[in-house]
């Protein structure tokens, strides 16, 4: 009897365990998005490599800003097994300085120019919040998808152009700018303020006619510390959105904060949280060390597939 009973409930828990990988990717039909002529599948989850060209970004800030340097970065990203590149031109880390749309733009075009001068297959990410800057990287050099931080609250312009682009588009939650997010935010309830924003979003932007949205619950950006965390303990809640799911904690503040150190000695907490992240449901993790992050996807898949 006990020996049925031990077997019953091992059977029963791994059921369970099952049943909850199965839930974890997103409900829906489609396991794909389209850039251009490219299909992105999740059916697998994908890894986005960061390219920052900015001077001033709180991990790398300043060590990509020549042809030699972005070329030999996305080569590095796209061997150590990344989908997406994501290139960014203005910090967004809390307190940074603002750049101007000029600016933005004089930085990011000639970056997306050497890399698909040398990777013309690449999928592209444009980190911006800015529909200028879309509609001009996507106009020059074909189909990328847009990652904006502000999830279409800091242009008004940004949906229409989108719809009007037919290109994906990463819908960040975000509470505040960047330059005051992080002065004491609040909300009445965490997971369903940032759902009830999602919904209001992802409502307006269908209206424009765009369809390939993936969400990003903005980790750090008007989040306290305690709020990150409860949002990688109720991940799977976002599933109810339908759609793909991107995390991004390389090396953010809610690592090091935590457990001491800084940027540079969080290499560690990044994998352990996109781990967990995996396990609740991420699609695709945004990250600085892209084998690490590759590898994680492996040892997650590699489980997934045992428990079949």
Known sequence: MVFYFTFASEFVQKKLVMQNY??????????????????????????????????DSFYDGGS?????????????????????????AYSTRPGA????????????????EYIRKEFPDAVLSIDTFR?????????????????????????????STIGELQVPYIMMHIKGRPQTMQQNPIYDHLINDMLRFFRFQIKKLNDFGARDIIIDPGFGFGKTLDHNYEIVAKLQEFNELKLPVLIGVSRKSMIYKFLGGDPSTSLNGTTALNMIALEHGANILRVHDVKEAVECVMLYSKIKSSLQ
């Open 131 to 159: 529909a200028e800057v879309a509609k001009r990287v996507v106009t020059d050099f074909g189909a990328c998808i847009i990652n904006d931080i502000s999830g279409g609250t800091m242009d008004e312009k940004m949906f």
């Open 64 to 88: 990509y800003l020549d042809e030699v340097a972005i070329v030999k970065r996305a080569e590095q990203i796209l061997t150590d097994g990344a989908g997406i590149i994501d290139l960014g």
């Open 22 to 55: 199965k839930t974890n990717c997103f409900n829906s039909d489609n396991l794909s998005i389209k850039c251009g002529d490219k299909a992105i599948n999740f059916e697998k989850p994908l890894v986005m490599g960061i390219l920052n060209l900015t001077p």
């Open 97 to 112: 300085a603002g750049v101007s749309s000029q600016e933005e733009i004089h930085r990011i075009v000639p970056a997306v």
